[in-house]
């Protein structure tokens, strides 16, 4: 010996007895995978197997390609016990000395014994039926009641179990291709955790080719994993999960699911904060609100609807025929999260905040029957988009829209009728440009301090056309005007701004502090020359016109063209203001 020194190891700790973790060598079982592998990893890199997010597929591939013999044996006193029967020494002549635990070698031969050391059965007494029939030379005069065997005294893997879950969910082990794994194998979809892509759904595919010859399932979507604020896994051990049943009472069920599902892209990890569930709770306030007000108009079956009234319910009618071929492609992608955010715009942002002031009735009259019950149709059509995503509002509430007959429910209506509805990009583009139109107004509305309640007058500054009809009547009624005016050139003391291409204009009359005015217009304009400054240093490069493609070109053009316009109006609003 020439020396002695110390050396740190790395020892490992168990996290529930905070005790050292140290090795021992013992007999396992263990299972070959080459076989498995090659059968299961070709259906998922040809996409025959679909994965959702397709990021994880090169994780698959990785494991399989690298991957070892499965040891099968755990040391549980719990779980499916290996069903493994050793034959006691004793019964072999002239081996007596040789120790159980050094054969778990199935189907050894002891010398040219035709007796196997260990027998797999389903029960011991089907072992000792099979001992006999292997050698009935030599167990025919034995009394196999007294013939003493040893079953194994280990667990399978919970996972080993687990890998025939498709398959044992329709008895298919016990009783193959019966009726209803003829019907049902394979199943649609599987919806698992990322982190356990080697563990289940990899060696559930092996089990699907090797006793089906089929994959279990079509597609598999990864969702997220759920983690604490600062990325850590939830557990019992951190104390850092949340009681579902503490958020469902503060938030409620559907609260909690909107709020979770709206921030979990697939396969992406999820840092939970309960202001998450507490935007699920808001948005289901919004919609029993708008339910409230609904019902709650008086409605009038002489009234006829408004020429403002069709566009509002035509306009509605298109946006929902294009939001639901919108949200039924990503749930064909399987991109969930996105499609909830779709419908949630939907909902606020147009129905909400649009469509009901579009069609909403004067303080005290009644709203014309034909728009109401449009406007029932379409919150249905709403409650069936959101229901997968929020099924207890909406079923709650889609049963008070109408009278309905017993066992009806929501769940078996269709969103295909949806998909069905005339789209109109037309009319879509004229209301957004309607909508950008009000918001202008009403921004400078808040600007100027001009209450709600004082009509304002809305000019049309050198257009060919004027607004009219139904487009005209409902700018005016959602920015209080008092008219709208077709003018060659603006008031003098006009707020003006420019929707596309076209110019609008606010005459103030004594709303305006023409110091402040002045201010304000001078820093837009300075804003708005160094923009053009850059669209222009970026057009007189050559490198760029040349090898860009023309579309980025065309659209650096526009970028120029609606810049220069809207310094022209500023400067003429300066001049008119000095």
């Known amino acids: 010996l020439e020396k002695t020194e110390d050396y740190t190891n790395n020892v490992g700790f168990s996290e529930r007895t905070n005790v050292p973790i140290e090795p021992k060598l013992s007999m396992q079982w263990f299972l070959k995978m080459a076989h498995f592998a090659e059968m299961a990893l070709p ?150 955790g990322p982190d356990i892509i080697f563990f289940w759904v990899a060696r559930m595919i092996m089990a699907g080719y090797e006793y089906e010859g089929d994959m279990p399932f079509r597609n598999v979507y990864f969702t997220g994993i759920v983690r604490d604020k600062l990325g850590r896994k939830m557990s019992k051990q951190l104390g850092n999960s949340p009681d579902p049943l503490d958020l469902i009472e503060k938030f409620g069920a559907d609260g909690v699911r909107m709020g979770m599902m709206l921030s979990a892209p697939a396969g992406n990890d999820i840092l939970f904060d309960e202001s998450l569930c507490e935007q699920g709770r808001n948005f289901n306030n919004k919609i029993w609100n708008c339910f409230r007000l609904i019902k709650g108009w008086a409605v009038s079956d002489e009234a006829m609807p408004s020429a403002s009234d069709c566009l509002a319910t035509d306009w509605f009618a298109a946006k929902l025929a294009d939001t639901a071929n919108e949200v039924t492609d990503l749930l064909k992608k399987y991109r969930l999260s996105e499609a909830l955010m779709v419908i949630y715009k939907l909902f606020w942002d147009e129905f909400s905040s649009w469509y009901l002031e579009m069609i909403k009735p004067a303080y005290g009259e009644p709203i014309n029957r034909q728009t109401y019950d449009k406007t029932l149709l379409y919150f249905d059509y709403l409650l069936r988009l959101l229901h997968p995503f929020m099924p207890f509002i909406t079923e709650e509430l889609w049963q008070n829209i109408a009278q309905r007959e017993e066992g009806q429910t929501i769940m078996f209506e269709s969103v295909n009728e949806l998909c069905g509805l005339a789209s109109n990009d ?153």
């Not at 490069?541 to 022209?568: G, H, L, T, W, Y």
Request: glycine share 2%.
């Open 426 to 578: 037309t009319l879509l583009a004229d209301i957004e440009a309607l909508k950008a139109v009000v918001a202008a107004v009403r921004n400078i509305r808040q600007q100027r301090n001009i209450p709600q309640k004082e009509k304002i007058t809305l000019q049309q500054v050198a257009a060919e056309t004027k607004i009219s009809g139904a487009v005209e009547m409902m700018i005016i009624k959602l920015c209080n005007l008092s008219s709208v005016q077709l003018v060659e050139q603006k008031a003098a003391n006009a707020a003006s701004f420019i929707v596309g291409t076209a110019e609008y204009a606010v005459p103030l009359d004594n709303f305006i502090n023409k110091e402040e005015e002045l201010r304000k217009l001078e820093a837009d304009l300075k804003y708005q020359e160094g923009f053009l400054q850059n669209v222009l240093k970026k057009l007189s490069n050559e490198r760029f016109v040349q090898n860009a493609k023309p579309e980025v070109v065309a659209m650096e053009r526009k970028k120029q063209a609606d810049a220069e316009s809207r310094i022209a109006t500023i400067k003429e609003s300066i001049n008119a203001l000095q």
């Open 43 to 192: 259906p998922v890199m040809e996409d025959r197997l679909r994965f959702f997010p397709a990021k994880y597929k090169n994780t698959y591939k990785h494991w399989l390609e690298n991957i070892k013999d499965w040891c099968i044996s755990r040391q549980l006193w719990w779980g499916h016990r290996i069903p493994a029967y050793y034959v006691e020494d004793s019964i072999i002549q002239g081996f007596k000395d040789l120790k159980i635990q050094d054969s778990k070698i199935q189907n050894l031969k002891i010398q040219n014994s035709k007796i196997p050391r260990v027998i797999v059965a389903e029960s011991e007494e089907e072992a000792k039926q099979q001992l006999k029939d292997l050698c009935p030379e030599i167990f025919e005069s034995l009394n196999l009641e007294s013939l003493n065997l040893i079953q194994d005294p280990d667990c399978l893997d919970t996972w080993f179990s687990s890998w025939l879950w498709p398959v044992s969910l329709f008895n298919g082990i016990l009783d193959p291709k019966n009726k209803e794994i003829s019907y049902y194998y394979p199943t649609a979809d599987l919806v698992t």
